[in-house]
């Protein structure tokens, strides 16, 4: 029973450690996919990481039922697959930066649950798919509207992939406190309002599905973190949109796993 984060010590040099309920960080000692002990020493915390580095990042578009119907797409009859890339990382606390070299005046939030592979599996069963599991983070999946939709040649990558586009976190919430990943509330909020606001209950696949589907014929390596999509309420269904802007503040905020919060500031 943990929550694992990955932090900069006062020497900053990178510790994981095991979130306390206090606030605090007890130190750990080992590997994260094999097996981590405590160290019995208190971290000194300058900053926290985002608590993995991905070997990659594998996400699932429209799969949530009111999600499909607000963009006003057919439910799918398996799941749709994308890729962010490394780059698109980004620690908690560190801001979403809006591209302006390549420019875009659509970037979006999108609240997602995390899942991250602890061991690497191929062709598994639904039935058994959880087992594969290390654990649960929160996810922003960023999206730049008008390069996914409109300027990207019909696939999504080009408006998922820029620098910042991923913020995962706070913590690795691990499988023993999360029992069933398809029962947690999970939220947006922008500028202290609450934008996206339903549970993960609503998708239509749900995480035992999607790492069936997604390590068939595929191997899935531990450190594999999979976006599982996003509820209705995107900026891009607002009337009018609601696109992010410089000097926003955004937060993910998933039951049983935390808060992922996020400044935006525009690209130097």
Not at 55 to 62: C, I, K, P, Q, T
Not at 248 to 264: A, F, K, R
Request: glycine residues 8%; aromatic residues 6%.
């Amino acid at each position: 029973m943990m929550k694992i984060v990955r932090v900069l010590d006062e020497l900053g040099q990178e510790q994981i450690g095991s979130l306390n309920p206090d606030g605090t960080v007890s130190g750990l000692e080992g590997d994260l996919f094999g097996e981590l002990l405590p160290t019995g020493k208190t971290l000194s915390v300058s900053k926290f990481l985002a608590p993995l580095v991905p070997n990659s990042v594998m996400a699932v578009g429209l799969n949530y039922r009111h999600h499909a119907e607000e963009s006003g797409a057919k439910i799918p009859e398996y799941p749709i697959l994308f890729i962010k890339t490394p780059n698109t990382v980004q620690n908690p606390g560190d801001p979403i930066i809006l591209p302006t070299f390549l420019a875009s005046d659509e970037v979006d939030y999108e609240c997602e649950l995390a899942v991250i592979i602890g061991k690497n599996c191929k062709n598994v069963r639904r039935e058994n798919a959880l087992e594969y599991v290390l654990g649960y983070t929160c996810a922003n999946d960023v999206s730049a509207r008008d390069w996914q939709i409109k300027r990207g040649g019909s696939q999504w990558c080009r408006g998922k992939c820029f620098d910042t586009f991923c913020p995962l976190g706070p913590a690795i919430v691990t499988t023993d406190e999360i029992p069933d990943p398809n029962r947690l509330a999970i939220k947006t909020i922008l500028n202290g309002k609450e934008v996206q606001s339903w549970n993960t209950n609503d998708m239509i696949f749900d995480v035992p599905a999607l790492i069936e589907f997604l390590s068939g014929s595929t191997t899935l390596a531990a450190g594999t973190v999979i976006l599982t999509g996003t509820p209705h309420g995107v900026g891009m269904a607002h009337k009018p949109p609601t696109w992010l802007k410089a000097g926003d503040t955004v937060s993910i905020e998933i039951e049983s796993i935390g808060t992922l919060t996020n400044p935006v500031i525009d690209e130097a």
